[in-house]
């Protein structure tokens, strides 16, 4: 049996006149993550990307992991609802 194929799918915006800012629940918070912990990343991206088959960084080493959160350029986000993990993103210019 063929694997699947692999699909990224990415955001763009290219003008901030793209930008429309939606109310938010204010039990709703995005916080950036400043201080960098690669299993923050690497547990999020199991966890969040099971349900989505996400396979791309699945056979990742630990090493391989700490060199990806470590890159100066990574930045990443968590959303908390009532103050409990709700999910994650990451911006990596491209």
């Known amino acids: ?3 699947e ?3 990224t799918t990415y955001l763009e915006m290219r003008s901030r006149d793209q930008l429309r800012p939606k109310r938010a629940d204010a039990r709703f918070q995005v ?3 400043r201080n960098r912990d690669w299993r ?3 547990d999020l991206y199991f ?3 099971e349900q989505w088959d996400w396979i791309d960084k699945r056979p ?3 090493e391989q992991w700490k060199e990806y ?3 100066a350029e990574l930045r990443t986000f968590a959303g908390y609802y ?3 993990l709700a999910g994650y993103y990451e911006l990596r210019p491209g």
Request: net charge neutral; glycine share 4%.
């Open 1 to 3: 049996m063929a694997a």
């Open 5 to 7: 194929p692999l699909i």
């Open 31 to 33: 916080r950036e993550k």
């Open 40 to 42: 923050f990343n690497r």
């Open 47 to 49: 966890r969040v990307g």
């Open 60 to 62: 990742w080493t630990d």
């Open 69 to 71: 959160a470590a890159a």
């Open 82 to 84: 009532d103050d409990v």
